[in-house]
């Protein structure tokens, strides 16, 4: 069975500092891996995605994530944020069936 | 572009009682989906259609039923509402297999009393 697992519930961060979300995942093989964030009150917003080739992914609103095969893991960041990246970020894989597994989701806030 | 839209956006039923959530895209999608989120949960696919006219269980199907009424429009059945399916509900649809990437609705908050 595959499973996404996001360690952090909630992550605080000050505004300006670097920021890294975790996410672990359990697949047989390498699965396709994504960052999804939510604003309150609002669906689901693609930030990047892997798929295979180089392990280390941009995305939009200056996300990186990198893909470690010997870590099963897929780790989300950012060098700086920004007030307005307070929200919901859900790690996500597709293995072999249809639709996304979806991890618990960490609640990102950004202090002052 | 309106992507994909959801129907109604706030619910509130009582025990026993049945609704359906609508789901409509414009995006000319193949694959569309529902899934419910709840606090701590994430969100857990209940159904999928990979194409018109085929629908197939997700991990928490219990409970509903679906229609893939045509290619734009995936319906969501509640026919006897608990209050364990108190829940925020999003519709996503999704093109082509080679780029992967979900739509998804606003959501529709439901709860059952």
């Known amino acids: 069975a595959q499973s996404v697992t996001q360690p952090d519930i909630h992550i605080t961060v000050s505004e300006g500092a670097s920021l890294e979300l975790r996410c672990n995942y359990s697949?047989?093989?390498?699965?396709?891996l994504f960052w999804y964030v939510q604003s309150p009150g609002q669906g689901l917003q693609l930030l990047l995605k892997y798929f295979s080739g180089d392990t280390l992914v941009q995305g939009i609103k200056g996300f990186e994530a990198e893909f470690k095969r010997s870590q099963s893991s897929f780790n989300l960041r950012k060098p700086s944020v920004h007030w307005s990246d307070a929200a919901e970020y859900f790690c996500?894989?597709?293995?072999?069936?249809?639709?996304?597994?979806f991890g618990k989701g960490t609640h990102l806030i950004i202090q002052p | 572009n309106a992507g994909v839209t959801q129907t109604p956006k706030f619910q509130v039923l009582k025990t026993g009682q049945s609704m359906t959530l609508q789901c409509a895209q414009d995006m000319n999608h193949n694959s569309m989906y529902w899934y419910r989120q709840d606090p701590g949960m994430g969100l857990r696919l209940i159904y999928y259609s990979a194409s018109e006219g085929t629908t197939d269980k997700g991990e928490v199907p219990n409970g509903y039923n679906v229609s893939r009424l045509n290619k734009r429009e995936f319906s969501l059945r509640l026919e006897s509402a608990a209050p364990s399916q108190t829940s925020v509900y999003f519709c996503?649809?999704?093109?082509?297999?080679?780029?992967?990437?979900?739509?998804f609705g606003s959501g529709t908050q439901l709860s059952v009393l």
């Open positions: 996500a894989l597709r293995g072999g069936a249809d639709g996304l597994t």
């Open positions: 697949y047989g093989a390498t699965p396709y």
């Open positions: 996503a649809s999704r093109g082509d297999r080679s780029n992967e990437k979900l739509f």
